[in-house]
């Protein structure tokens, strides 16, 4: 079983840039897809990237596509997401996910693993 713990969120301008990273651990980390997702207040959670056992990634449409690149390092059992050129609607509590599939998901249903979330705040 794999526990996720996410660091890198912060306060931030628009137009800045944060890298979040996932830490895993207690499982093969090369055998999990996994996904970040954000929560805003008020609103669902809501999928922004996902990246497969094989690399292969996907991202929320128009939102965050162009902006935010998702990576993972299997030797260092970490997943990454580089956001680009923030804005403030892109505000929310983000969380690294896994499930243990090659291939990534956009429904949080398909994701058994969580992190705690961490907060990115994009001032105007």
């Known amino acids: 079983q794999v526990q996720l713990v996410e660091s890198g969120g912060g306060f931030v301008q628009a137009g800045a840039s944060l890298r979040l990273s996932c830490a895993a651990s207690?499982?093969?980390?090369?055998?999990?897809?996994t996904g970040w997702f954000r929560q805003a207040p008020g609103k669902e959670r809501e999928f922004v990237a996902g990246?497969?056992?094989?690399?292969?990634?996907?991202y929320a449409s128009d939102s965050v596509k162009g902006r935010f690149t998702i990576s993972r390092d299997n030797a260092k059992n970490t997943v990454s997401l580089q956001m680009n050129s923030l804005k403030p609607e892109d505000t929310a509590v983000y969380y690294c996910?896994?499930?243990?599939?090659?291939?990534?998901?956009?429904?949080?249903?398909?994701?058994?693993?969580w992190g705690q979330g961490t907060q990115v705040t994009v001032s105007s």
């Open positions: 996910a896994a499930r243990q599939a090659a291939a990534p998901k956009t429904s949080e249903y398909e994701y058994g693993y």
């Open positions: 207690g499982g093969t980390f090369s055998r999990y897809a």
């Open positions: 990246i497969g056992m094989q690399f292969y990634s996907i």
